[in-house]
């Protein structure tokens, strides 16, 4: 019997000590004569880690519905979304990777309301290690949640900010001395070596006070920063059986199915002997899983 059928959004999780995951996924309806489209959102009952050791099948149909509207769609843009949705999306601005380049002062936000909600609030600077020591930012409550989802073995919040554009103004200064990238291939090819992110933490944060930053970065609002006490760093502990002898990218499509032995979860790769998956990448896409 299926765990579960549906179009998959992602791996939703629970904890840290171990992580547990959930297949977070979605079903339509359609109204032929009104033209609406009504969408379920649902998450599997079932941990995902359960099936570690098991022979599991991902099986798909090749059909995509966008994440945000529910109308099929031919090609997923951002991994899940129409291409109405993401050339109109704020969610999908180029902002969004690169919050340092925040326009909302401009009035040219594509919806101010939302930027207002989702950017404009309390964010974190932080040092994680999943694949090395690199930077990020998140307005995840808690931060781990977005170490989980990056397949970080090791993290440490750094700072606090008032907005995302101020954590992405000082994630792109340090990002000059630090990756501000996960390495996929060495994340999941085993576990990263011991690195003292609180020394690092010391270290970069003194190097941060002796430079000065505004935001808007083309104005002389100076931007102001609190720096965030941690006695020691996060150690979190993902369901693994064995990491993959091969690490090679497997693609699901309607002619090659995912079949094989499930050795672990890690981030939003699921771990077999032969090679991993990205769920997050399926974002969209009609999905049977079975085990």
């Not at 964010?123 to 307005?139: D, E, L, Q, W």
Request: one cysteine or more; proline letters at 4%.
């Amino acid at each position: 019997m299926p765990s579960f059928q549906g179009y998959v959004r992602k791996m939703s999780h629970k904890g840290t000590n171990p992580v547990s995951y959930f297949w977070e996924y979605a079903n339509y309806s359609e109204d032929k004569k009104t033209k609406t489209i009504e969408g379920k959102e649902l998450t599997s009952d079932v941990p995902i880690e359960s099936f570690l050791g098991k022979k599991i099948s991902l099986i798909t149909n090749d059909e995509i519905r966008c994440m945000n509207c529910g109308k099929k769609t031919k090609k997923s843009f951002n991994q899940g979304y129409c291409f109405v949705c993401f050339s109109k999306l704020a969610e999908n601005d180029l902002c969004i990777m690169r919050p340092e380049t925040c326009h909302h002062h401009k009035g040219t936000c594509r919806d101010s309301e939302w930027g207002n909600t989702h950017c404009f609030k309390k964010h974190i600077v932080y040092f994680a290690n999943s694949s090395g020591m690199k930077v990020g930012i998140t307005k995840e409550n808690p931060v781990s949640n977005r170490w989980v989802d990056q397949g970080a073995k090791f993290g440490i919040p750094i700072l606090e900010v008032s907005s995302r554009r101020d954590a992405g103004i000082l994630e792109h200064f340090l990002s000059q001395f630090l990756p501000d990238k996960t390495s996929w291939q060495k994340m999941v090819a085993g576990e990263p070596g011991i690195i003292d992110l609180k020394k690092e933490a010391v270290k970069f944060l003194n190097h941060l006070e002796k430079n000065e930053f505004f935001s808007p970065i083309e104005t002389k609002q100076k931007l102001t920063w609190k720096p965030i006490l941690t006695e020691e760093m996060m150690e979190i502990e993902y369901p693994i059986l064995t990491y993959p002898s091969k690490i090679k990218s497997l693609k699901l499509t309607k002619e090659t199915p995912v079949v094989g032995t499930l050795v672990g979860i890690k981030g939003q790769y699921l771990l077999f002997e032969t090679g991993v998956i990205n769920i997050r990448s399926l974002g969209g896409l009609w999905i049977e899983f079975s085990a």
